[in-house]
């Protein structure tokens, strides 16, 4: 289960405000993002804003991850320059609810890999729409706390 959208706004507001990675309300885990270009861009910027990087730009993320290959070109082959640019023209104040929605996901993700039926909550096999909006509903109203 994924919610690139969680990921894209909560990494935009990580990048807009790196101060967020020192706030007791926000515990950030890399196996928090759903795939290895979000993982990698979140190293990144955790990395810039924990160093004390006060206005992380794309091209000092660009410049950051250039000194690892491997890394840089997961960057690249999605286009990550053009990514940020879209976030921070994009950025919008949900962070709170992109925030939830992705530590959500990653509790099922962490409990599905441990053998746990998560269908309560998230079931990609329903094809029935009311069946379908009552278990987003669930997921909604639900915290993964």
């Known amino acids: 289960m994924a919610d690139k959208?969680?990921?894209f706004y909560v990494l935009s507001g990580l990048i807009k405000d790196p101060s967020l990675f020192m706030s007791d309300k926000y515990l950030f885990t890399v196996e928090d993002f759903p795939t290895r270009f979000h993982k990698i861009l979140f190293a990144c910027v955790e990395y810039l804003g924990k160093n004390g990087?006060?206005?992380i730009t794309p091209l000092l993320i660009d410049e950051h991850l250039s000194k690892f290959p491997k890394q840089y070109a997961v960057f690249t082959a999605n286009n990550g320059l053009q990514y940020i640019e879209r976030m921070l023209v994009g950025f919008e104040n949900n962070f709170d609810?992109?925030?939830a929605s992705l530590k959500k996901c990653s509790l099922l993700n962490k409990?599905?890999?441990n053998g746990i039926d998560i269908s309560e909550f998230?079931?990609?096999n329903t094809?029935?729409?009311d069946e379908s909006t009552q278990v987003n509903e669930r997921f909604q109203n639900t915290t993964a706390e």
């Open 97 to 99: 609810i992109s925030y």
């Open 53 to 55: 990087a006060d206005n």
């Open 111 to 113: 409990l599905y890999e």
């Open 122 to 124: 998230y079931n990609p």
């Open 5 to 7: 959208l969680a990921a």
């Open 127 to 129: 094809i029935s729409i």
